[in-house]
């Protein structure tokens, strides 16, 4: 390879790299990732420092090239003279260039880590994987990560993106302070790491890790990280209180007070407040397809719920759920079922306390509920 002292330089070997595959196309998302690789051969999980979305062609001709990719949604292992090979080829780039891209830090970082770090729970190995379509299903652990790490490095919004079939393809874990185990043979390790003097300490047992321990977006609180799994979208501004959750491929999308529970599927606009105890319904249950959403600058009070979508500005009222069979009367004395209702904007949800009747009113500008404190979503 001729020495690149120049961005020309570069964009020309990256096309020599590109047409020396057959059928190349830019994926629609490629990582280099740091996997722990259990005794039975199972992926535990997989770290991506540095997800790509239509970003970074160089590295990606140079994964591609390295791979051998055959331009379908596919992932890799790498042995370690692979992974040299392409920590040298964009080392090249990133010092006589300046070209600065995220990836290229990451292959060095991951490439000391599995060099010359010796986990207990497992071997380090390095991986790649290339999504060609948003539409494809995962198609391994490894594929898995990388859409989890998408979702909570806010590239992609939720439901954007096929999970189809992910629960497959994860591995149920025992996630410790020292990372994930295989849960077969977990408690001979635990002992042996306990005669070693090291403690262990078990804080889920699950297909999916805490959303921290890989991403950490900017611009958020979550005082209770357990209950925020990866997979997460939070946007900057959002605060997840100590009894909030919120699922994977779920999430905010612009500052939020998250009091309560955010299913599988479901996303909240700016400006909205899930009162303490609050739940939303998810797609997993029952199989189901409705993707419930909640609008901007709503409310659901403390203890209640939703089966139904929310447009703008609306309110529910505390302790009342209102699923989709829901039958509610309407301000023109009418009862209807409140699926008629959904995504409707300016609704107040609430019971009558006199009658027991559930009733939805349109909602005014003097309205009691006026949208989130600035100055506790200035993070």
């Known amino acids: 390879m001729t020495e690149m002292q120049s961005l020309e330089q570069l964009k020309e070997h990256q096309d020599e790299l590109e047409k020396s595959l057959d059928n190349y196309k830019a ?17 535990l999980d997989v770290l991506f420092p540095a997800p790509q979305l239509g970003s970074d062609p160089y590295s990606c001709a140079v994964l591609a090239h390295a791979t051998k990719w055959d331009g379908t949604t596919t992932t890799y292992e790498l042995d370690k003279d692979t992974l040299q090979t392409i920590e040298r080829s964009l080392t090249v780039a990133l010092t006589n260039i300046d070209y600065e ?21 497992g071997k380090r190995i390095a991986v790649v994987s290339f999504i ?6 995962p198609f391994d652990a490894i594929d898995s ?25 994860l591995t149920n874990c025992a996630w410790t302070n020292l990372g994930p185990f295989e849960i077969a043979d977990f408690d001979a390790k635990r002992l042996s790491l306990i ?12 297909k999916f890790p805490r959303m921290t321990d890989y991403v950490i977006p900017s611009g958020v609180r979550i005082a209770d990280a357990n209950r925020v799994r990866l997979g997460a979208h939070l946007s900057d501004g959002t605060t997840i209180m100590h009894e909030g959750f919120c699922n994977f491929n779920a999430g905010t999308l612009g500052a939020s007070m998250v009091e309560g529970r955010i299913s599988a599927g479901v996303v909240v606009g700016d400006g909205s407040d899930i009162g303490g105890g609050a739940s939303i319904m998810g797609t997993l249950s029952g199989g189901g397809t409705e993707v419930i959403s909640i609008g901007q600058n709503c409310l659901l009070g403390a203890e209640s719920g939703i089966g139904i979508s929310l447009g703008d500005n609306c309110v529910v009222e505390a302790g009342l759920y209102v699923t989709a069979g829901t039958l509610v009367r309407v301000p023109d004395g009418s009862t209807v079922k409140a699926k008629l209702l959904s995504g409707k904007d300016d609704l107040l949800f609430r019971r009558n306390s006199t009658t027991g009747i559930v009733e939805v009113l349109l909602r005014g500008d003097n309205s009691s509920w006026q949208g989130l404190n600035e100055e506790l979503h200035d993070n």
């Open 101 to 121: 891209e995220e990836t290229i830090r990451s292959v060095k970082l991951i490439s000391d880590a599995v060099n010359n770090i010796s986990p207990v729970n």
């Open 132 to 137: 060609t379509d948003s539409s494809d299903d």
């Open 145 to 169: 990560y990388l859409r989890l790490h998408l979702l909570s490095s806010r590239l992609v919004q939720p439901n954007t993106i096929s999970l189809d079939g992910i629960f497959g393809k």
């Open 27 to 43: 994926p629609f998302s490629f990582g280099i990732g740091l996997a722990t690789k259990g005794s039975s051969g199972a992926i």
């Open 195 to 206: 005669a070693d003097g090291k403690d262990v300490f078990v804080h889920g047992v699950d």
